[in-house]
């Protein structure tokens, strides 16, 4: 048989230590009473011994808390809808407006999630020792008003509060993405894509320039040309004769020199012994072989375990609704016990004799049986050799090495006039999507001669992103802008969430999609 009850369901509140706040009976609604911190969906939901049983069709059938996406704090539905959701923590609306966003930091496009239904809630079997907070008007002693503004400025003074205490012995400085390590990755909800197209139109102008002979465009026009100086050279002015010392080969000689050399100068005859083993005769010998055989019964008395159902008891489980409530579903399970039941059986009883056995056994012996083999003798003499040996003598040779100087180098210095096309004025078009990203048609006229440059396309990223800027600290969200690759650019959609990599202050690249 199965029953169905709605329970009470408390939470612990992680920033002050407040024990056994109640989700259904509490003035605050879901913040503390006592820090006025908000309850966000990672703080766990509990049942307690003194939770009370919900029987208010009111409180059973009220729609399930939603999640703020910008500060996770759980907020009551009452009853507005998606565009018109505002945290009552953040004051952050959850559907930016089209055209534009709306509130302190409003998100993407989607709906908030729902606070988790159906998920396991535990039982706390020991009552916690701070007494439980469930008086419906607490209100706090310095006249604290937990409406409108008033109720995000305290709320906001307490946690500042508690922050400069506790950074006196844990602060840390860094300033890290929330979700990464590497300062160079931001994770980025995608807010508006820009790309830029512009081409230049250019005119001829004539112009007057200066340069070295093979510097001059084959069509410039040449005004003046002069021969100056352009560098300095080493030239070769002659040659000087010094004498200089040198080793050569005057001739050889024949060296005699001795090396030792073993030969084989005869052999000798060798006798030796080697053991060997031969059988000399046998014998008999009797053994004693082991037999087992059956020699018996008895009768034997045991106990088997046997299974039965003794009674039955009543289970009980506890899934939270997303409102503060939990529901309990109780079944009536079997209860098993063991006993034990005597049985009896038949054991054969075994016993052990020798017989007697005979066999023949071989009987060996060793003897010394001589061997004859031939051995080479070996010997030593002095065999002579000889070698050529190159005998070097000294001689002043005379040398020529050459005279060198440093003389300028000239070169002829022109000056011309030719035409150049330079940037007249320059046309852009400015767009979102990625397919109606081309060149610009743009209409020349014939006087003066005109031609257009090449197309330059500059694609760009502004997105919302979340710091951490110390270990106690809520998230603060920020924005940006950031020039992107295009092929990059064309993977993007509005509202998406992606991580990029900071190249410099104004450029990044594309990690991943998320």
């Not at 020792?129 to 469930?134: E, F, G």
């Amino acid at each position: 048989m199965e029953t169905v009850e709605y329970v009470e369901l408390f939470w612990d509140c992680p920033h002050c230590g407040q024990l056994h706040i109640s989700a259904v009976f509490n003035s605050q609604g879901n913040r503390c009473p006592s820090c006025f911190y908000w309850r966000t969906e990672a703080v766990k939901l509990y049942e307690a011994s003194d939770s009370q049983l919900i029987t208010d069709p009111s409180l059973i059938n009220r729609p399930p808390f939603w999640v703020c996406k910008v500060c996770e704090a759980v907020n009551e539905d009452v009853g507005l809808s998606a565009e018109l959701l505002q945290c009552s923590n953040c004051n952050s609306y959850q559907i930016s407006a089209v055209g534009g966003i709306t509130g302190d930091s409003a998100a993407d496009q989607q709906a908030p999630s729902l606070s988790v239904i159906g998920e396991l809630v535990q039982r706390q079997s020991e009552s916690p020792t701070i007494a439980p907070s469930r008086s419906m008007d607490h209100s706090p002693s310095n006249g604290f008003n937990p409406s409108g503004n008033n109720s995000r400025l305290g709320w906001l003074t307490a946690g500042a509060l508690g922050l400069t205490v506790v950074s006196g012995v844990f602060w840390n400085g860094a300033v890290e993405s929330v979700g990464t390590k590497d300062p160079t990755l931001l994770k980025v909800q995608v807010t508006d894509l820009q790309w830029t197209v512009e081409v230049d139109v250019q005119t001829q102008k004539t112009s007057t320039r200066q340069g070295w002979d093979e510097s001059v465009p084959t069509n410039a026009t040449i005004l003046k040309s002069i021969r100056k100086q352009r560098g300095v050279s080493q030239k070769r002015q002659g040659v000087r004769t010094v004498m200089v010392s040198e080793q050569y080969q005057s001739g050889t000689r024949t060296e005699t020199y001795y090396e030792p050399e073993q030969y084989q100068s005869g052999t000798r005859t060798e006798i030796y012994t080697q053991p060997e083993q031969y059988q000399s005769g046998t014998r008999t010998e009797t053994y004693y072989d082991s037999e087992e055989y059956q020699s018996g019964t008895r009768t034997e008395t045991y106990y088997d375990s046997e299974r039965y159902q003794s009674g039955t008891k009543s289970e009980c489980k506890v899934t939270s609704q997303g409102n503060g409530l939990g529901k309990r579903v109780c079944h009536e399970i079997p209860v098993y016990s063991t006993r034990k039941i005597p049985r009896t059986r038949t054991i054969l009883l075994y016993s052990t004799r020798k017989i007697p056995r005979t066999r023949t056994v071989p009987i060996f012996s060793t003897r010394q049986v001589k061997h004859r083999r031939e051995v080479p003798v070996y010997s030593t003499r002095q065999v002579e050799h000889t070698r050529e040996v190159p005998i070097f003598s000294t001689r002043v040779v005379p040398v020529q090495k050459p005279i060198m100087a440093t003389v300028p180098v000239h070169d002829t210095w022109m000056t011309y006039r030719v035409k150049e096309w330079v940037p007249q004025q320059t046309h852009q078009r400015v767009g979102q999507d990625a397919a109606e990203r081309r060149s610009i048609d743009i209409n020349l006229v014939q006087l003066p001669p005109q031609r257009i440059s090449a197309t330059r396309a500059t694609c760009r990223l502004s997105g919302s992103y979340l710091v951490k800027n110390g270990w106690f600290q809520k998230p603060e969200a920020k924005s940006g802008a950031w020039n992107l690759p295009c092929e990059e650019y064309d993977r993007l959609n509005l509202g998406e969430q992606v991580q990029i990599r900071l190249t410099d202050a104004n450029s990044a690249q594309l990690a991943r999609s998320l």
